[in-house]
């Protein structure tokens, strides 16, 4: 698979899930966020569209940029804070219920794409 396809991958999370976010905030605050926590309101819905349009965004710029061997590892690299974002408010303070899993997973894959597309350009490289 070349690079270029890889990253492409990388962006259909930002895709996916912020879609998701843009498009039912409702429905993700009712799956994700902990009872405790919801607030189910129309700022909330807004704060969490935000937040998917920004992640649109961001798929956006990952598809149409060109990526070059230090931006996959770079990218992998900040990508790294997230896992622990995960565990903690999903286990330590439980802001987030176990559809979290869902945003690990996605983190999960774009990390091994991104490590997979940093050693597939050191493999094209002249």
């Not at 405790?36 to 920004?54: K, M, N, V």
């Not at 649109?56 to 070059?68: A, C, K, R």
């Not at 990508?79 to 997973?105: A, H, I, Q, S």
């Amino acid at each position: 698979m070349q690079p270029r396809h890889i990253q492409r991958l990388i962006s259909a999370p930002y895709f996916v899930l912020g879609g998701w976010c843009l498009f039912a905030p409702g429905m993700v605050e009712r799956l994700t966020i902990a009872a405790d926590y919801q607030h189910l309101s129309a700022t909330s819905a807004l704060l969490i569209g935000c937040f998917g349009a920004q992640a649109v965004l961001g798929g956006l710029f990952i598809w149409f940029s060109t990526w070059q061997r230090t931006t996959f590892l770079v990218y992998a690299i900040a990508l790294l804070p997230f896992f622990w974002f995960n565990y903690w408010f999903v286990f330590e303070v439980p802001v987030f219920n176990r559809w979290m899993m869902l945003d690990f997973g996605a983190n999960a894959a774009m990390l091994g794409l991104s490590l997979w597309g940093w050693k597939r350009l050191g493999e094209v490289a002249p």
